[in-house]
């Protein structure tokens, strides 16, 4: 793995190398590079599975962190790819082109995080939080107390079933 950090570092802004084990490591790049990087590692050194793509809050240091998962079945190595966006404007190139699967993630965390990925399908349709109206509920700041007290306080609890209830509320017409 060193070697192939070696390699890559000619090419990016690769940093933060560190190598668990032979078959593990874990490397940062800038944002901007991410797609290049991962196509690079897909096409030339065999990453060809997107195991995971995951999001962290660092709300004290203002930004997001986006993980990638990568895995070289071939030579049973991962690779753990992290960026760093600013968290008020969070805003990151799509990989779907790349792995189809990868605009689940992508929708998961404009949904959770409200992080934007322009081009990606999809994107502002409801995934997890059909009819929901607040802020992105992943954030650290968001208040799930406040929230619930502002949005749930005065509902009417005369619904004994809460299937039909969403029912109604969501999808009147049906």
């Given amino acids: 793995m060193k070697q192939l950090y070696e390699m890559l ?14 078959r593990l490591a874990f490397v940062s790049i800038p944002p901007e590079q991410m ?26 240091e203002s930004h997001f962190q986006l993980t990638y998962i990568l895995r070289n079945h071939d ?15 969070p805003v990151v190139d799509s990989i779907h082109h790349l792995w189809q699967h990868a605009r689940v993630y992508q929708r998961e965390h404009y949904e959770m995080f409200g992080v934007s990925f322009p081009g990606s399908p999809g994107m502002t349709e409801p995934m997890i939080l059909e009819g929901w109206q607040g802020p992105p509920p992943m954030r650290r700041d968001f208040d799930t107390l406040r929230y619930c007290e502002d949005n749930y306080s005065n509902r009417d609890r005369t619904h004994s079933e809460p299937e039909a209830h969403m029912k109604a509320t969501l999808y009147p017409e049906d």
Wanted: charged share 25%; with cysteine; net charge negative.
């Fill in 9 to 22: 570092r000619t090419q990016y802004q690769v940093y933060d190398f560190e190598q668990r084990h032979d």
């Fill in 35 to 60: 797609v290049g990087l991962l196509t690079c590692l897909r096409d030339i050194y065999g990453f060809s599975h997107l195991a995971l793509m995951t999001c962290v809050d660092w709300l004290e």
């Fill in 75 to 89: 030579g049973h190595r991962e690779l753990v790819i992290k960026t760093f966006i600013d968290r008020e404007h």
